[in-house]
């Protein structure tokens, strides 16, 4: 089983900064297989970016994707932060048993 | 617009049962990958099961052999009956469409839409 490590663990920026979030994966991954997802409080998770640089329908142009390819190191970056954008990230990789594998968080917060 | 709305969690002892709902609106069960995903009070993402638009299915192994994976077709309807509960099935529960695009040399594996969730507690 593929295990995705993000980091950091928290990040803590202010509104107007560039976010750039982490994530490894023990194994070479395919890029096709990465997508990323924000979560809120209470909410679901909403996917941002899907085969590692492919934003998600109606996901702003200040979300990108990066690592496309194969290899171990993906990155989630935010130009331009917003209020609305301090929430928590996931990655998660496709693959055979189990389907699909998430990394356990970074949390985006306001600094 | 596209909706997937969970239902059917509860409170339940250990060793119970219990089924959850999916109703889709706007999209046809049937035609998609359809995925169960999962998430402990405040922990992170775990996949949990998935059925394919053939009727195939796939689990985690933390729950093979106690859940299973279902859909009804004239409901437009996906769930997930869950036997033999164990205190760390308590999670909140997510279904959510598990799309497999199109890529330039192979495919893309994401879920694209997901319900609000329900809520089990095993206690």
């Known amino acids: 089983e593929i295990v995705l490590t993000q980091s950091p663990g928290t990040l803590s920026l202010s509104p107007g900064e560039r976010a750039t979030l982490y994530c490894r994966a023990s194994q070479s991954v395919s890029g096709s297989y990465l997508a990323w997802y924000q979560q809120k409080p209470g909410q679901a998770p909403r996917l941002l970016i899907y085969g590692a640089s492919s934003r998600a329908t109606g996901i702003p142009d200040r979300f990108s994707g990066g690592g496309g390819g194969s290899g171990t190191d993906f990155t989630l970056s935010i130009s331009r932060l917003e209020t609305e954008d301090f929430a928590v990230y996931y990655c998660q990789q496709f693959g055979t048993s189990p389907r699909y594998t998430f990394g356990q968080g970074t949390k985006l917060e306001i600094k | 617009e596209v909706q997937l709305v969970e239902s059917g969690g509860d409170l339940v002892q250990p060793g119970g049962s219990l089924r959850l709902s999916c109703a889709a609106s706007?999209?046809?069960?049937?035609?998609?990958?359809m995925s169960w995903v999962r998430q402990a009070p405040g922990k992170g993402l775990e996949w949990v099961s998935v059925i394919y638009s053939d009727g195939r299915t796939q689990y985690a192994d933390s729950v093979k052999g106690r859940f299973t994976i279902s859909r009804d077709n004239s409901k437009n309807t996906l769930y997930v009956q869950m036997d033999n509960l164990r205190g760390e099935d308590t999670a909140v529960y997510y279904c959510?469409?598990?799309?497999?695009?199109?890529?330039?040399?192979?495919?893309?594996?994401?879920?694209?839409?997901w319900g609000k969730g329900t809520t089990v507690i095993v206690s």
């Open positions: 959510a469409r598990d799309m497999v695009a199109p890529a330039p040399r192979e495919f893309y594996y994401y879920m694209d839409v």
């Open positions: 706007g999209l046809i069960v049937s035609h998609n990958y």
